[in-house]
């Protein structure tokens, strides 16, 4: 069985869900029984994450409440437990009768911490009987199995997270996109992460190079180059950016001419920074 498993265990990879397939499919192979059910415990409920029935694989079947199964006894025990005439023992368990179960045969899943986080069952029409070598290698196996949901849960928590953070930005440049004033956001070093609307706006209205105004131009250095050529408002807004980064001000306000071939313009420049570091 040892030999068979480790050729087998070659076989596993890819998506966790996808691994606990291929993984209760070699179980029913490897002992030759028509039913294995992977069960993941949430909240005293059993979740069927992989079930095997005759040569078929299927995900998420269903569940059922754990205490009126024989899965119960292996969560409380952490340990192997097999069960002849199953369905007497528990009438209640609609699993055993949909698969006309006689033997049982579960074992525990554990965590990282030790904690029983699923039970993977062996059931057959007959009865059956489990060696030393059997229950060492599906301990092995159950092993890989903790493995893979803890995986599968870490997955689901970094694309929760993921979503989260997309969420957030998207309500922020919403939030931005609402103001009237000219905004645009800059980091430590001067580069410019976030524009709203009313300045992506004013920059094409007026022809601004977007590359020197967009997300992903450092302003700093723009109105480095500017005041360098003499611009004495580029200097102004230069020396308010960098008193207010340096945290020598809170803020600033420049009042500046931004003339139009039709019209005069003048407009304020208000620089103050985000609370906390950086």
């Not at 069960?83 to 965590?111: K, W």
Request: charged letters at 25%; a negative charge; hydrophobic letters at 40%.
């Amino acid at each position: 069985l040892l030999e068979k498993l480790s050729a087998l265990g070659l076989l596993l990879s890819g998506d966790p869900l996808q691994v606990l397939g291929q993984t209760v499919r070699i179980i029913g192979e490897l002992f030759a029984v028509p039913v294995v059910c992977l069960s993941e415990i949430v909240d005293r409920q059993l979740r069927f994450k992989a079930v095997y029935v005759n040569g078929n694989v299927s995900h998420d079947a269903g569940g059922c409440p754990i205490f009126i199964t024989p899965c119960a006894t292996v969560q409380e025990s952490k340990d192997f437990r097999t069960y002849d005439n199953v369905q007497i023992r528990f009438p209640e368990a609609p699993f055993l009768r949909e698969h006309n179960a006689y033997s049982y045969c579960g074992f525990p899943v554990l965590d990282s911490n030790e904690s029983v986080i699923a039970v993977v069952c062996l059931l057959d029409t007959k009865p059956r009987k489990f060696v030393k070598e059997d229950e060492h290698v599906l301990r092995i196996i159950g092993q890989r199995v903790g493995l893979e949901l803890e995986r599968h849960a870490s997955l689901i928590a970094k694309r929760k997270a993921a979503e989260e953070l997309k969420q957030k930005d998207r309500l922020n440049r919403a939030t931005l996109d609402a103001l009237s004033a000219h905004i645009a956001v800059l980091d430590s070093d001067g580069t410019i992460v976030a524009t709203n609307r009313c300045w992506r706006e004013f920059a094409e209205a007026n022809d601004v190079q977007w590359k020197t105004v967009g997300e992903g131009a450092n302003y700093v250095a723009v109105c480095e180059c500017a005041a360098l050529d003499g611009d004495r408002d580029a200097a102004a807004i230069l020396n308010a950016i960098q008193e207010v980064m340096g945290g020598t001000l809170d803020l600033s306000v420049h009042e500046y001419p931004c003339h139009s071939a039709t019209e005069e313009r003048w407009y304020y420049c208000h620089v103050t920074r985000f609370p906390g570091d950086g």
